[in-house]
């Protein structure tokens, strides 16, 4: 199963106020990878059915058929007009997990505005394998192991299945959908529920107080020579 | 007319006083250490507890096993003034920092403890577990909080840094937190500080749920051995982009470095090419830094990068292209060609001392 979200494209230049009405939505570069990643575990021969799931209003559809036109032979899309907090995208991915029994859940590490993927693992609790930059599933031994990146260098796991994955940027590069892919994904069935019809309370815990524009820095000079650096950064700045 | 004014604004701040008082936090600091003594991030970690309220006890969790723990423990107790209790999980599950165990860990620690908060540093040992655990315990967690207004607003970044989203926390006890080590700086801490050290207590492990740990195994971590400062909290920081073109010219870089004591730093593109390891990648997806003195050399400056850099105090970039964005963050420019640039700049360079 692959969770998508539908972000502002990560290439758009946000100013202050953040009105997001028109402006550029894309599929959150972090569920590209975990798309593919999907298509690469399902071409390898180790999944019979992909999933893509997507949580959130009407317009998600859109992201939701390129993961079908990826590779995802099925779409659940759950209605939520408001943008749920991470606890109750967590519930909500965790029923759908008990309803379709995946052997594997991926997801990206991060969105553009938050990153707690971690937290469906734990209410399934199952192993998470988060931060991937490379994923080798065994099919007789159930097991994935997992190279994570973390601060410290890479990280090397062994987790039961099933498991969860969350993507980061090195796992893979993404493909585009071929145009008769995409004209497959129309007639894909996609699969619509409510937070209320899969028994989820929608709880609100974390509210926006508001959103500003970070201080802006000063504006630097140019320089002419090395010789005029290494005097500005003893005499002016004294960093050294 | 000024009186009256006078006395309002004096029952204001009684009122704000005495709600301020009331309203105690206690606060559990999830730590990492290494080596038996606690990372640098973990203590800022305790400094942002100490904005949430006046009145905070601070307590922190280390967990692992053997005496590298037990000294770690030790450590923990005097690091900063307000520790006040250490609380030490010793087992064999923690030989690794896996985050199905440190997660059940905090769950039991918290159910025991009933503290308001519970903060991490937001590397990937926070960000891996601290979701996790927010999962078990029912809440949201605020995650890469950059500065906290009280003890339920926080601000974080989104957007890549391109905005500031404040945020306030309305749900139920533990306020959950992952906060930037970069955000807040540990202030160096005399020698007397605290001379008994915060007591320290054995976690009672024998109630831990066994459910979900042991279905994820270490299996190893590479990492480059390497005598350069921290990263994460080197004064200074010498970062290469794609513009080195090989591993073998990246040497520069670490020349430089070596030469003023500093990190060596990566942009993404530098790791994909594979120039070097991908621990010192700078940026939205690789660490945070806000070192004194930061130099980007033949980096563009993508948006995702200057996430990872731009609250350094002091930005210097060399770079051949004289449009490239990262002069628009950059304190000091120079435009031209880093091969050059960079021998010159190792032969002038003074001794560090």
Not at chain 2, 16 to 21: M, N, V, W
Not at chain 2, 279 to 295: C, N
Request: charged share 20%; hydrophobic share 40%; aromatic share 4%.
């Amino acid at each position: 199963m692959v969770a998508v979200k539908r972000v502002v494209d990560y290439a758009v230049k946000i100013r202050s106020g953040v009105e997001t009405q028109n402006l550029k939505m894309s599929m959150n570069p972090f569920c590209e990878i975990a798309v593919e990643e999907a298509l690469k575990i399902k071409e390898a021969g180790l999944a019979q059915e992909v999933v893509a799931v997507t949580i959130g209003p009407a317009n998600c559809v859109d992201t939701l058929r390129t993961g079908l036109a990826m590779v995802a032979d099925r779409g659940i899309h759950v209605e939520a007009a408001r943008e749920l907090v991470p606890l109750t995208v967590a519930k909500v991915l965790k029923r759908l997990v008990k309803v379709e029994n995946p052997g594997l859940l991926i997801l990206g590490k991060q969105a553009i505005d938050d990153d707690c993927n971690q937290m469906i693992a734990g209410l399934l609790g199952w192993p998470q394998g988060s931060f991937a930059s490379k994923v080798v599933l065994e099919k007789e031994k159930q097991v994935a192991t997992v190279d994570r990146e973390v601060d410290g260098g890479l990280e090397t796991l062994c987790l039961d299945l099933p498991a969860m994955i969350t993507t980061d940027l090195r796992l893979n590069q993404p493909s585009y959908a071929t145009l008769p892919n995409i004209m497959k994904a129309k007639s894909k069935p996609i699969k619509k529920y409510t937070p209320e019809e899969l028994n989820v309370e929608i709880k609100y815990d974390l509210e926006v107080v508001q959103v500003t524009e970070p201080p802006k820095r000063k504006a630097g000079v140019i320089l002419s020579s090395i010789d005029e650096l290494i005097d500005k950064l003893k005499s002016e700045a004294h960093v050294i | 007319m000024a009186s009256r004014l006078l006395l309002k604004n004096l029952s204001k701040r009684h009122l704000l006083c005495s709600a301020f008082a009331s309203r105690s936090a206690s606060t559990l600091v999830l730590a990492e250490h290494e080596g038996g003594s606690i990372k640098a991030q973990s203590l800022s970690a305790v400094v942002a507890a100490n904005s949430i309220s006046q009145d905070n006890s601070v307590s922190m969790l280390l967990a692992g096993s053997g005496s590298s723990l037990q000294q770690a423990a030790k450590r923990a107790a005097t690091c900063h003034p307000s520790v006040s209790q250490v609380l030490v999980a010793d087992s064999d599950k923690f030989e690794y920092p896996l985050a199905e165990p440190w997660a059940k860990l905090v769950q039991l620690v918290q159910q025991k403890g009933g503290y308001t908060h519970v903060i991490a540093t937001s590397g990937s040992f926070g960000k891996n577990i601290l979701p996790r655990a927010a999962a078990l315990l029912d809440v949201s967690p605020v995650t890469d909080v950059v500065e906290i207004n009280g003890a339920h607003q926080f601000v974080r970044p989104i957007y890549a840094g391109n905005a500031l989203c404040t945020v306030r926390y309305t749900g139920s006890s533990p306020c959950m937190l992952t906060v930037r080590s970069t955000s807040f700086p540990v202030p160096p801490i005399s020698a007397n500080a605290k001379s008994d050290g915060a007591p320290i207590s054995q976690v009672d492990l024998s109630t831990l749920d066994e459910d979900s740990i042991g279905k994820s195994r270490y299996i190893k971590l590479s990492s480059e051995d390497t005598e350069r400062p921290d990263l994460g909290s080197a004064r200074i920081v010498v970062t290469g982009g794609r513009a080195l073109k090989s591993a073998e010219n990246f040497k520069m870089i670490e020349k430089l470095a070596e030469k003023l004591g500093a990190a060596v730093g990566a942009t993404r593109a530098a790791v994909d090419a594979g120039f070097v390891p991908n621990e010192l990648q700078v940026g939205q997806t690789g660490k945070i830094v806000a070192p004194e003195l930061y130099m980007a050399f033949g980096v563009s400056g993508a948006i995702q990068h200057l996430a990872g850099m731009k609250d350094s105090k002091v930005i210097v970039a060399v770079n051949k292209d004289a449009d490239a964005p990262i002069f628009q963050v950059a304190d000091y420019g120079l435009v031209g060609d880093l091969f050059e640039v960079i021998p010159e700049l190792l032969e002038k360079l003074p001794e560090k001392k």
